[in-house]
Structures are given as C-alpha cells and as structure tokens.
C-alpha cells in the first residue's frame, strides 16, 4: 500500500542548506526532511576547510565580493555575489546561536580565521580540519529535537509531483514519491512547499571527492519537471585528492596550502610558481589545471603536497583530522610528502533559482549545490560553498514564511504505480552502466576538453539513456538505478553545456577554444516542457 506523508513543507536533503532551512521554519510549521542515507552521509559532513565570511576589521565586504567575481572567471552575478556576501556574518550569528563551536585564537578568544586559495584576506571560519562535521552534528542535534521536524533517513527522490495551479492554470510542485529503502517501496510525500537540497553530482565522474549520494537527483528531477539548468559545465575539480587505491575519496583540504603547503613534483621540484603568481594559493582551476599538464607531461601518477618544513605540533593542531586518515595509508604528513591528484569536488551550475531560492516550478526552490544561483559563475572560490548553503537556507524561508499561509493544501496525488514492472535479475546491467557512464565522462569531459571528446560523450550518453530508460520502465527501482537514472541525465546536460560553451572560462577549458570570450554568458539549457511553467526566474 502507497502511504502517504503530508507536510507543510518538504525538504529533500539534510544538509546545512536543508538542515538550516528546516530549523528557521519549524517553529511555525511542519516540516519533513529527507536522508537519501543517514544524516550525516551528506556532503556538509566532509567538508574539511570551513565558512567564508567578513569578520575581521582588516578586511571588508568589498574585498570579499572582488574576490568572489575575480575567482568566477567574470561570470558571477554581482548581485547574487553581494546578497550572499553582506548576509555572511548574520547567518554565522544564527549558527553559533545553534550551537557551532568555530576554532578560536587562543589568546584572544576571537575566531580563528584561515585564508584559502583564492581569498585576499584571512576570513575561513573553522572547526579545526573538520568544519563541515561540525557543522552537520549542530544542525542534526537541533532538527531531531525539534518537534515539528520530522526526519526520514534512508529515503530517496523518485520524481517530483506537480498539479494544477487554479490561480494561473499552470503548473505547481507539491511534493514528491520516494524510495523508502527500509521497506523497499514508493511512498507519496506531499507539501505546500518542496525545497531540493540534495547536492550536487560530482559522482559522474569517475574520480570524485564526494559522498556517493551525490548522484545529481535534483537536478534531475527538476529538469523532468520543466525548471531551467545553468552552467552546468563548470565542474570544479580539487586539486589534491589523496591518491591511494583505497583512498579515492579522501580529499586534503585547501587549507592546507592556506597555511603554507607546497605542491612539489617527484623531483621535488614547486611548480605553482611557473603557473601563476599566487603559486599554490591560485584559484582551484588553475592549480587543478596546472597538476594535469605537469602529471601528462610527466607521465607521472601524481604530484606530491609536502607541509613537512611546518612544526609537527603546528600540523598536529591545525589539520588533525588529515593527519589521522592519512596514517591510515601510511603517510606522516609532519614528515611525509603526499601524493595527490585532481578529483571531481563540486557542482557549480545547478537548477535556476533567484535570490529566493525560487524555481521556474511554483512553491519549488532549490538551495546549495543543487542551485544555480549565480553566486559561483564559473569557479567557485574556496569555502563560499557553506556560505552559500546559509544565506540561502535563510532566504528561501522568508520567502516561503510570506508565501505560505496563501498556498492551499495539496489535492490528493495518485498512488505511485508500479504494476506493470517486475524484479529485475539482471543488476549487473546498472554496475556496467554506472562504470561506463563515470569512465567516459572522465576521459571526455574532464578537466581539459575537446569538440571530439564531446562529441563522442554525446554519442555515448544517448545510447545509455535509451538503455536506462528501458530498464527503468521495465524493473521495480532501486537506489543504484535511481542515481544511475539521475547521473546519465545530468551527464548530458553538462555535455550540452560543453559543447554550448565556445571559449574556455574559469572550470571549462577547451583545447579548441582557448581563449575567453570577452563577452560573459550564462549556459542556460531550456527543456521541452518549460511552457508549462509560470517564468518566476529571470536572469539578466
């Protein structure tokens, strides 16, 4: 039997962009948040680095906005760029209040505040290496206490559900079936307002430093929907993934070279300086760039992260977290250069939204990695990522704390029905898919691209979409085909962005078209059913 949930708002995703937008709602109304995993399997918790904001009197708004635009590659929003900026130190407040314990100095007792690449002033909010777990514990602990939130883990988005707006005979979001993985079946979830928090979807590629959840599912289910995507081929690798066959995801924060690491060849020899004159403190793209051309050129495996000529105590304090986990594969960093190399890290074009968080689907937002909201544009800068999350968790609730009281009680979704299908004995057939599909963006859609490696992803995408949609019609669902559904869509609406994108521009870079364009361009992608929409999103 279809069982059916009902809320006043729906969040899909627990992250710090869902999480915080839940907490601001819930003491006025009732709020569902969903896990595709448990709570803290979610990108926030792996965060290392930490939260960019303006809290020092050495430094300025102004100077956090110019270095947010330099590092977008003259693709960010100023407006986006400055809302989410001047609304840093306020949501920073609300964290605290929450509970956040940030590194302090401990002379002054003020916060510790460390500087990233990219960053002309030191203004990262820490938790020492592992900001992003403290992050999620804070906002974790509050929403199970809260008793207007109610939390499902282990529950993941099959598709969202639309109906008729009678004000605008147009279309409206109001709510969405889910996996529930525990009892194996779709169950009907049902709001006034759904919001998408699920991340982005760096697991397309082969090489990732992301959790396994980030299979690009709203994103997806947006685009099915008829909401816009923007810049989706701006995919931000980090540059120093800690290379080990069983270390694939370990990422070393950027905050290490924050604080003085060297990227060094196997010689030994520092390369950053050759490239740009911030050395390793250049925007992620180009050091990512800069490690791919010296390993090709090389022939080499990896390059090497060496922070051995700081005080073994000084490393101890800073980065501890880093230090446990790569004793695990038998690196000392207080005396050991470490490998690395570039992985797949973070999403910077998403589904459309405003500064509200607004889709083009009425009462559907999108906050986080999951949005396009032109704060990014086409790299985005060290530790404006949590940022980010924040201001728009803040700002997607006032929207929908003015709206929501007029938006009436969804009618009645029809059950999900699968009837029809049977179980499938052949899930090998989703592993094979899963490996294409990550192996071929790898190669073609990386870090360096061409016009035939596109062409041939695209080839490639559009016979596996046919054959995922076969067996998706034909087999009962599971989380590995939902993702792999999700993935294989997102994966052809980058390579649409790609080949769309005829310059090279902060993350994109073409050997066809090496040269930026002097004119700056959103890549937005517009799908068939985009007319049944009401245009609540403009972007100039």
Not at 427 to 441: G, P, Q
Request: proline share 4%; glycine share 8%.
């Amino acid at each position: 039997m279809n069982k059916t949930h009902l809320h006043d708002i729906l969040v899909i995703g627990s992250g710090a962009a869902g999480a915080s937008l839940a907490l601001r709602l819930a003491d006025h109304y009732r709020v569902a948040v969903l896990s595709k995993g448990p709570l803290n399997s979610g990108s926030t918790w792996y965060a290392q680095g930490g939260v960019a904001a303006v809290l020092d009197d050495e430094d300025s708004i102004e100077s956090h906005i110019q270095d947010t635009l330099v590092a977008g590659g003259g693709l960010c929003h100023e407006d986006a760029v400055r809302f989410t900026v001047e609304n840093g130190p306020a949501v920073i407040t609300w964290l605290v209040e929450q509970g956040m314990d940030f590194t302090r100095d401990p002379g002054t007792g003020d916060f510790h505040l460390t500087r990233e690449g990219g960053h002309s002033h030191r203004r990262i909010l820490h938790t020492a290496d592992a900001t992003g777990k403290a992050v999620s514990s804070t906002l974790i602990e509050q929403m199970l206490a809260h008793p207007n939130i109610e939390v499902f883990e282990d529950h993941i988005i099959v598709d969202l559900i639309t109906q008729s707006d009678h004000n605008s005979r147009k279309l409206r979001c109001s709510g969405a079936y889910v996996l529930d993985r525990a009892k194996d079946t779709v169950c009907t979830f049902q709001a006034r307002c759904v919001v998408l928090a699920t991340g982005g979807a760096s697991k397309v590629y082969l090489y990732s430093t992301s959790p396994d959840g980030a299979s690009g599912d709203g994103i997806a289910a947006a685009w099915r929907k008829g909401c816009r995507v923007a810049n989706l081929e701006f995919n931000q690798f980090h540059p120093t993934c800690l290379y080990h066959p069983q270390a694939r995801s370990f990422l070393l924060t950027e905050a290490l070279r924050g604080e003085g690491a060297y990227l060094r060849l196997p010689d030994g020899e520092r390369f950053m300086p050759r490239f740009h004159e911030l050395a390793e403190l250049a925007p992620r793209d180009i050091v990512a760039r800069a490690i791919d051309h010296e390993m090709k050129r090389l022939g080499s495996e990896c390059v090497y992260l060496d922070i051995t000529h700081k005080s073994p105590d000084f490393i101890q304090s800073h980065f501890p977290t880093i230090r446990e986990e790569c004793l695990k594969y038998g690196f000392d960093i207080t005396r050991d250069r470490v490998p690395v190399v570039p992985a797949a890290h973070y999403t910077c074009g998403g589904v459309l939204t405003d500064l509200q968080g607004r889709t083009d689907l009425k009462n559907l937002y999108a906050i986080g990695e999951t949005a396009s909201t032109g704060l990014h544009g086409a790299n985005r800068m060290a530790s404006n990522s949590l940022l980010e999350c924040l201001v728009f968790g803040w700002s997607a609730s006032e929207h929908i704390r003015q709206v929501i009281d007029s938006i009436p009680t969804p009618e009645k979704a029809p059950p999900w029905d699968e009837s029809r299908v049977t179980h499938s004995d052949e899930d090998v057939v989703i592993s094979h898919n899963w490996e294409e599909l990550r192996s071929f963006m790898w190669d073609y859609v990386g870090i360096v691209r061409t016009r035939k490696r596109l062409e041939r992803a695209e080839h490639r995408i559009k016979m596996l979409i046919r054959e995922i949609h076969e067996y998706y019609s034909n087999y009962k669902i599971s989380r590995d085909l939902i993702e792999l559904r999700n993935l294989a869509l997102v994966a052809q609406l980058i390579i649409r962005s790609a080949q769309q994108r005829r310059e090279s521009r902060g993350l994109h870079y073409t050997l066809d078209h090496p040269q930026q364009s002097p004119i700056a361009q959103d890549t937005i992608l517009v799908p068939t059913n985009f007319a049944a929409q009401d245009i609540i999103v403009s972007r100039p």
